[in-house]
């Protein structure tokens, strides 16, 4: 029998306002430990919850993650929408059955999911005894249905895959940990499950983090040269007294878009960090490679041209000058497995300092089985993962000095002219 959804009491008071609390100042994530057999970990379905099994007060995406205590695995609630605390007994005249029984109480963890028959009723109740909120009940149910959706448009699925990650990328850099990540991405969807109507990644993010472009209609950060018209999309996120511009830039139509890439400036150390994404081919042996291509030196060699103009030697004179590398460019090699619609992990991958990349491409760098160029996690050992790249640059560790930054605004001009996507990243104080 087909099974889906979940009724969830918070029984414990103490737990109860907590929750309450998280869902009325809107916090988008929250987690509960909870035992569920037949559910399967990083799997979505909805959560109905209680707080005095009289009411059903919110009902939210929900996804099961690992194991936090004995046999009871972390469970997120996504997306979580007030319903103004229906009368259960309502829907039980309603229904012309007793839901109660199928209550999974905090407290005790343990519960299954309901019958499809049940879950098909008691959406369709909620909807008649909240019409106003139908329009964002079927948001979290169309969510939960791209679980499993695999976009045939390969050259989108392919631009949206390097958009999130440079997203998550730059909101991880800003805010030390992966909190802020999780919560903004969690907060993509789409109205289409069978194909990406939209131009970019930042159209399906929840409206409270996007702007629009009349906000822009302005010279972007007073540079000369730089027009507003530009923009596609700016969204702000805040952490304590730091402040995280994000900014889309697409000036030429998406089929000529081949890539994205992103711009990172981190105020605090005057210090910029510029990444090209490149996407690694699965192999017949499971194994991912990257086979460096004309385009790729042709990009190598513009990156070299222009380091070679703004370097300089890194003279310290405070404690926010110091880099272990005053190279700011960066190429972050992905395997590509294909656009996850509610993931909100980043891509794990390779990334590969500008000197790294240009040894692994010379005639002494790794060569594949017939002799042409190709770099895969085995022969190339000497890469930063997510984790040590976003330490290093939130830390100011790698990246432009102060004499190269006031030179790197004119290859943001550069990218400008070209047909590229940019998600240009700026952090500074408030």
């Not at 929250?30 to 569920?36: D, G, K, T």
């Not at 998550?168 to 030390?176: E, Y």
């Not at 000369?224 to 830039?249: C, E, W």
């Not at 996690?377 to 006031?406: C, E, K």
Request: net charge neutral; aromatic share 10%; with cysteine.
């Amino acid at each position: 029998m087909n099974k889906q959804g979940f009724l969830i009491i918070f029984d414990e008071s103490r737990r109860n306002d907590l929750i309450k609390s998280y869902a009325d100042s809107k916090i988008h994530i929250f987690s509960e430990a909870l035992s569920v057999e037949d559910w399967k970990i990083k799997e979505y379905d909805i959560a109905f919850l209680s707080f005095d099994m009289e009411t059903i007060d919110y009902i939210s995406l929900a996804k099961k993650g690992s194991r936090v205590v004995t046999s009871k695995n972390k469970v997120e609630f996504i997306d979580i929408i007030d319903l103004h605390s229906i009368s259960i007994d309502s829907i039980n005249q309603k229904m012309k059955k007793r839901i109660q029984n199928y209550f999974i109480k905090s407290s005790q963890g343990n519960g299954e999911r309901l019958t499809q028959k049940t879950f098909e009723d008691l959406i369709k109740i909620i909807k008649e005894l909240r019409p106003n909120l139908c329009e964002d009940i079927n948001i979290i149910l169309n969510k939960k249905n791209l679980m499993h959706t695999h976009f045939n448009d390969s050259i989108k699925t392919d631009i949206f895959l390097q958009e999130k990650d440079a997203l998550g990328t730059a909101l991880d850099i800003f805010s030390g940990s992966n909190k802020l990540r999780n919560e903004v991405l969690q907060s993509w969807t789409t109205t289409n499950s069978d194909r990406l109507e939209d131009n970019t990644f930042f159209t399906g993010l929840k409206k409270k983090y996007l702007s629009e472009e009349d906000a822009l209609q302005h010279d972007l950060f007073n540079w000369p040269g730089m027009s507003a018209t530009h923009i596609k999309g700016q969204t702000t996120f805040t952490n304590k007294n730091n402040r995280l511009d994000v900014f889309y830039a697409n000036r030429n139509a998406l089929e000529k878009t081949v890539g994205v890439d992103l711009i990172y400036f981190n105020m605090k150390y005057d210090s910029f960090i510029l990444i090209q994404y490149k996407l690694m081919e699965k192999e017949n042996d499971g194994s991912f490679v990257y086979r460096p291509n004309k385009q790729f030196d042709e990009e190598i060699n513009r990156m070299n041209t222009f380091n070679a103009r703004i370097t300089s030697s890194n003279n310290i004179k405070s404690d926010k000058d110091m880099r272990l590398n005053n190279n700011g460019f960066m190429m972050k090699l992905t395997p590509n497995k294909g656009f996850e619609a509610l993931g909100n992990e980043l891509i794990s991958g390779m990334y590969l300092t500008l000197d790294y990349a240009n040894f692994l491409i010379s005639p002494n760098g790794p060569k594949g089985k017939k002799g042409g160029r190709l770099i895969s996690y085995d022969n190339a050992p000497r890469y930063l993962n997510n984790s040590d790249f976003i330490r290093l640059v939130n830390q100011g560790w790698i990246g432009t000095n102060t004499i190269q930054s006031n030179k790197i605004k004119d290859l943001i001009k550069e990218f400008y002219e070209t047909n590229r996507a940019i998600i240009f990243a700026r952090e500074h104080g408030l």
